[in-house]
């Protein structure tokens, strides 16, 4: 099927990203380290970290500790976070120049890693 779905589809297997919002961000997150082949690129927009934290109001901790620990294994990433944006910040503040710098941050992650 593996194969197959890369023909069927014209997929190039080792250009695959994932991105996904809320809990599609944390579904990428996982997909990151359960998939095989694993994705070269994962964007979680405010993919939650721990379900019982106010992650839909503030950056979660967790994600500090998992750019840590990418870091500590050389992976590539880039965390965005900003004091004032809260669960669904790209709708909510669409237009304004920092969630459109954060955009394009991640429009160019995704061009370095595919």
Do not use: C
């Amino acid at each position: 099927m593996y194969q197959e779905g890369n023909t069927l589809f014209g997929i190039d297997p080792d250009r695959i990203a994932i991105v996904g919002h809320s809990s599609g961000g944390y579904l990428t997150l996982m997909a990151g380290i359960r998939l095989s082949p694993r994705p070269r690129a994962l964007v979680s927009f405010y993919g939650f970290g721990n379900m019982t934290g106010d992650w839909t109001v503030k950056p979660s901790s967790s994600y500090l500790l998992m750019a840590g620990a990418l870091e500590r294994h050389g992976i590539a990433h880039q965390l965005i976070t900003h004091a004032e944006w809260e669960h669904l910040f790209d709708l909510t503040q669409a237009g304004h120049p920092r969630v459109e710098e954060a955009l394009d941050g991640v429009v160019s992650f995704l061009q370095e890693h595919l």
